[in-house]
């Protein structure tokens, strides 16, 4: 049958890809993206530029308004609340349903609550989406008190963002350093200890209850310490939105079980970005990925799924963060079975590569080498081994090891 209309749910990075991927492919049927946030926005600069006020909410947005009616894309402000399935399509909150050939889930996540007494207090912050942005952004000026809960991706960039804005911040984390199954533990040290640099307090700890007194937080610790503050933001992870899925019969686990083509358990309804997690053809379960570019390549692959297209060819996973005036980039998986060898920089470590048994590059990370990293994922996609010791000088561009 050809497809007259599809439904996206959410208008993230994801949904928002899978309609400019369909349009571009080829699609001129009926295409409507349903999200309570309108017109979709990049989530990345929430805890980077839009956090810092150097870029606007227009700023951010994934494609001028224009680009919509251009592209007869219809936004719909609002929340789907139940999924339908015969005849297939969606109820908002407000009671309208909307029909549709094909569904595709773009839920994303939400930030995971903490789960101790008084995580859910409702001056608790947490960033998800602008709204959580703007909330932060009201609450920090010179002297606040900020103490972040969890110094992984998220809360670094944060602590980054508010020290930059005067606020005296403490970043709290059971583990130390944070980061090392995403860049291995050399660079996760480094990365750590530009905190302190930066004036920001770490504490190694697990937070075991949140009081609000007085106007101020107390923070009671696991070890009977207390950190007392004006400002608590939580950044411990996502827990992606399957609510609807799992309503609908569709099998979830951690995720909406995709396969390959980020089809659902149901042949009509797709999934893609934060809130997928794939099966692949031999079983396996993969660990859910939270990227941005991850968001874009499951969008790109449901579009040509959805049309009946050659599905197209991504390379080893990767992403990015920013934090005191440094780029950090990972590929691949630094955490798998092997060992590493390092590139050193005045001393310290630049760059870390993952090699398994055969001398096979695994995983790559690097601070302010984006275009190492670049090389070192052709070097992982395409199974090229690599001389170790060419690999662990710095002078010696890594794309030239890449041909
Ligand atoms: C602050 C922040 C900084 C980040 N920085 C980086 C970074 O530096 N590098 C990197 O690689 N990644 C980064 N990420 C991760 C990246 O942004 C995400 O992986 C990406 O946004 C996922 O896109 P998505 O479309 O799957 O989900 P989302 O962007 O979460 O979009 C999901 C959308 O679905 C909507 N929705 C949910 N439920 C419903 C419903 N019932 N009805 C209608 N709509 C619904 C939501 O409103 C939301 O707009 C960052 C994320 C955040 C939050």
New binding site residues.
């Given amino acids: 049958m050809e497809i007259a209309s599809i439904l996206i749910?959410?208008?993230?990075?994801?949904?928002?890809t899978v309609a400019q991927n369909l349009r571009s492919r080829g699609f001129t049927g009926t295409l409507g993206i349903?999200?309570?946030?309108g017109i979709?926005y990049?989530?990345?600069p929430?805890?980077?530029a839009y956090l810092l006020g150097t870029k606007d909410a227009a700023g951010i947005q994934l494609a001028p308004d224009a680009w919509f009616a251009e592209h007869r894309v219809d936004v719909m402000v609002?929340?789907?609340?139940k999924l339908l399935l015969e005849p297939l399509g969606v109820r908002l909150d407000d009671g309208r349903e909307l029909l549709a050939d094909r569904l595709v889930l773009?839920?994303?996540?939400a930030a995971r609550p903490l789960p101790i007494e008084g995580g859910d207090l409702d001056s608790v912050l947490v960033?998800?989406?602008r709204n959580d942005?703007d909330r932060l952004r009201s609450k920090l000026s010179e002297g606040t008190e900020l103490t972040i809960i969890g110094a992984g991706?998220?809360g670094a960039?944060v602590a980054s963002a508010a020290v930059e804005l005067g606020a005296k911040v403490t970043l709290v984390d059971p583990i130390d350093p944070p980061l090392v199954p995403a860049v291995g533990p050399e660079l996760a040290r480094r990365l750590h200890d530009m905190h302190g640099t930066a004036g920001i307090t770490t504490i190694q700890g697990a937070p075991a209850r949140i009081v609000r007194e007085n106007g101020k937080h107390l923070i009671e610790m696991a070890d009977g310490s207390v950190i007392t503050g004006d400002e608590v933001l939580v950044g411990i992870g996502i827990v992606p939105?399957t609510v609807?899925a799992s309503d609908a019969g569709l099998q979830t686990d951690n995720g909406v079980v995709v396969d390959e083509h980020q089809r659902t358990s149901h042949p009509l309804i797709y999934a893609?970005?934060?809130?997928a997690r794939t099966r692949t053809g031999s079983g396996e379960l993969l660990r859910r990925a939270?990227?941005?570019?991850?968001?874009m390549n499951t969008g790109a692959t449901a579009a040509a799924s959805l049309l009946g297209q050659g599905l197209p060819q991504h390379g080893a996973s990767w992403?990015?963060?920013?934090r005191h005036g440094v780029h950090v980039e990972g590929v691949g998986d630094m955490n798998a079975e092997g060992r590493t060898v390092l590139r050193l920089v005045d001393g310290a470590p630049a760059a870390a590569f993952r090699l398994g048994a055969g001398g096979n590059m695994l995983g790559a990370a690097a601070i302010d080498g984006g275009l190492t990293v670049k090389a070192a994922r052709r070097i992982i996609d395409r199974g090229i081994i690599v001389d170790q010791e060419a690999l662990a000088d710095p002078n010696m561009p890594l794309k030239k090891l890449a041909r």
């Fill in positions: 749910v959410g208008g993230g990075l994801s949904g928002f349903i999200d309570p946030a979709p990049d989530r990345p929430l805890s980077k609002g929340s789907v609340a773009a839920t994303g996540g960033l998800r989406d942005a991706l998220i960039e939105n609807l893609v970005g934060d809130a939270e990227h941005w570019e991850h968001a992403f990015w963060s920013d």
